[in-house]
């Protein structure tokens, strides 16, 4: 992963509402969620809920797929561990650290 897109994706995740989808969206895990399913979880408006979605879009951390006339937005599981694993490359010094393994997440 390269530095801009360790900052784009940070910056993504920098602003409540898209922190808040990504997170469902990580708890929905493959099966994902609509648009409307996420609006009424998170209580934010559709128009809103939208350029926020779109913004994580381009961020790569989440990815949009048409079933029929509904999207279904999913968490990229392999960016999200990208990502998790560049913030935390060579923790500690390289020396043993009290950080466990369940940062990376296998969905």
Not at 35 to 56: D, I, M, R, T, W
Not at 75 to 95: I, K, W
Not at 97 to 104: G, N, R, Y
């Amino acid at each position: 992963m390269q530095e801009t897109d360790v900052i784009r994706s940070l910056a993504a995740l920098a602003q409540d509402v898209r922190l808040r989808a990504f997170r469902a969206l990580v708890v929905a895990g493959p099966d994902g969620l609509t648009p409307s399913a996420l609006c009424e979880q998170l209580g934010v408006a559709p128009n809103a809920l939208s350029f926020h979605l779109k913004e994580l879009t381009h961020a790569q951390l989440v990815t949009q797929e048409r079933q029929g006339r509904n999207l279904i937005y999913r968490a990229a599981f392999e960016r999200m561990n990208d990502l998790l694993g560049y913030l935390t490359r060579n923790c500690c010094q390289g020396q043993p650290c009290a950080a466990t393994d369940a940062a990376s997440c296998v969905c």
